[in-house]
């Protein structure tokens, strides 16, 4: 019985296999792509038996009426941006362990990232509670850990908190999924039925004029969380309201930005100066906090951080999603759950559209880190495998790069190149004698943040090397003023930041 059953099983293989090997290259593409880990059981059966390139159109479009309208084109999106950045050798992206669960449970909260670069005392997590020292290849491996949270993370697992950690064991840019702690199967199951919104449509009704599916009734995302789980950080919070001075010198810098996909974001940095006497390995908690213009609290953040080497400095940061307003943060680092420093910091926050025309503010940085990967969406002061260290004191020696980043949100499109035509100007003025130092009006060259040509957003990223100037900066006070030229639209754009240079 046992070989009368492999042989049926075996027939049947062979059927389907038939029956797909009669398929367009196109067809078959789209059956074997990504777009498989969105299929049903049911489905991935009847996939195995469409015959021609009539009755798979038919699969196809039937696959995605049974769906919201608007999956589509988010799933294209998602497995376009997937192949881009996450593809490792003959692997597609979107069918990466990373590109899947971008597919399948969306954009993270957060994204962070450790070793790889020097053995570490910090192991990788361990699934297998059998084994309790880890290898060195995985202490040594490339971790990105993908967090999320909050009404992202409800959708995606039903609880409120959710990590995905991927190791790059060859460091090779091969990042696998570690088990996580909580039964993936049933999340990716509960992923896929939620994505079906008509599972009574059936082939027969592709004859039939099919209206629009009823529209889902609102549902009001669970609230942001407000309040930070340990007392003492509460404590630290209301001690920065209260105006307590901060001698140890942290400060924080943010930016409002456009994601490539174009959704505006307010990346936060919190600054830590050498001075401040913290060490990579002090800090084991950031913490942040976010209230309106009215003093009402709006978020509450403590997460675990790895501190940011940056020279001689570091640096915790974070990525806020906010209307427009103003706003007043707190952001600090902690150590087993007692504050070290924190800093506070007003921020005014416009909130563009996508299709918003200008500029971002200049951010003036001397470290612009080239990272293994591309950062996800939306990760903070990072597009990408470029990551920009904002300086936060706006400090500098005459032996520092003076590094500059500033967007360029939808400028005029060539018609010919399908790039933006922009010049630039960059000088340097000493706030006090008037000393300016500057280069004539010139070609700037500008990155696609979605990292193709067209309509857009675009960043200049370059640096002015100060060790190279002919006569070096007196210690003092400038500005770093920049006029850019869009020759296209013929609009001009003016930006400057103040920074400091010492002896």
């Known amino acids: 019985m046992k070989i009368r ?57 039937l696959f995605w009426l049974r769906r919201d309208p608007s999956l589509k084109a988010d799933v294209e999106a998602k497995i376009k941006y997937a192949d881009e950045h996450f593809t490792q050798g003959k692997t597609r992206g979107s069918l990466s362990d990373r590109g899947k669960a971008l597919l399948l449970y969306g954009v993270p909260t957060k ?25 060195s290849d ?36 091969d990042f696998r999924l570690e088990a996580p702690r909580f039964d993936i199967a049933a999340a990716q199951a509960r992923v896929i039925k939620n994505l079906i919104v008509r599972p009574e449509l059936t082939l027969a009704d592709l004859d039939k004029p099919i209206p629009p599916p009823p529209a ?46 174009g959704e505006p974001f307010v990346p936060v940095a919190l600054y830590i100066p050498k001075a401040s006497g913290v060490t990579a390995d002090s800090a084991d908690t950031f913490f942040l906090t976010v209230d309106d213009a009215a003093g009402k609290r709006v978020l509450a953040v403590e997460e675990p951080v790895k501190l940011l080497v940056t020279h001689d400095d570091f640096e915790a940061d974070y990525s806020l999603s906010l209307p427009a307003g ?31 025309v200008g500029t971002s503010k200049l951010i003036l940085t001397n470290n612009i880190v080239e ?28 032996k520092d790069s003076l590094g500059y980043f500033v967007e360029v949100n939808n400028p005029g499109i060539d018609s010919t190149t399908l790039l933006p035509k922009l010049q630039m100007k960059v000088d340097l003025v000493a706030l006090k004698g008037g000393r300016t130092i500057g280069a004539p009006l010139a070609e700037a060259g500008a990155l696609p943040l979605a990292g193709k040509a067209g309509p ?14 002919s006569k070096p900066l007196e210690p003092g ?17 003016t930006v400057e930041q103040t920074f400091r240079i010492t002896g």
């Open 216 to 261: 889902p009734a609102p549902v009001a995302p669970p609230p942001p969380p407000t309040t930070l789980k340990t007392a003492a950080l509460e404590t630290a919070v209301a001690e920065a309201k209260s105006g307590k001075s901060q001698p140890k010198g942290a400060t924080i810098t943010y930016a409002e930005l456009m994601s490539p996909i």
């Open 477 to 493: 006070d400038y500005a770093l003023k920049m006029k850019i030229v869009d020759t296209v639209t013929k609009q001009s754009y």
């Open 371 to 398: 990272t293994a990967d591309a950062a996800p969406v939306k990760a903070p002061f990072a597009f990408g495998k470029l990551k920009i260290v904002p300086k936060g004191d706006l400090t500098f020696t005459n």
């Open 138 to 173: 995985e202490r040594n491996a490339l971790q990105q850990t993908w967090l999320y949270e909050g009404a992202v993370s409800e959708k995606a697992f039903g609880m409120p908190r959710a990590e995905l950690v991927f190791l790059d064991r060859l460091n090779n840019g």
């Open 111 to 135: 994204v962070t990232r450790s070793g790889g670069v020097t053995p570490s005392n910090m192991a990788a997590p361990n699934r297998n509670d059998s084994i309790t020292t880890p290898s």
């Open 5 to 61: 059953h492999l042989v049926v099983a075996a027939a049947a293989l062979s059927i389907a296999v038939s029956a797909l090997a009669q398929l367009s290259y196109d067809r078959k593409q789209w059956g074997e792509g990504a777009v498989q880990l969105l299929m049903t059981a049911e489905e991935k059966a009847a996939w195995s038996q469409v015959a021609t390139d009539a009755d798979a159109d038919k699969f196809i479009k």
């Open 326 to 356: 103003k706003y007043n943060v707190v952001a600090g680092v902690a150590k087993a759950g007692l504050p070290l420093l924190f800093a506070t910091s007003a921020i005014d926050v416009a909130s563009p559209s996508k299709d918003a």
């Open 456 to 469: 857009g957003h675009y960043a200049i990223i370059n640096e002015v090397p100060l060790a190279q100037l």
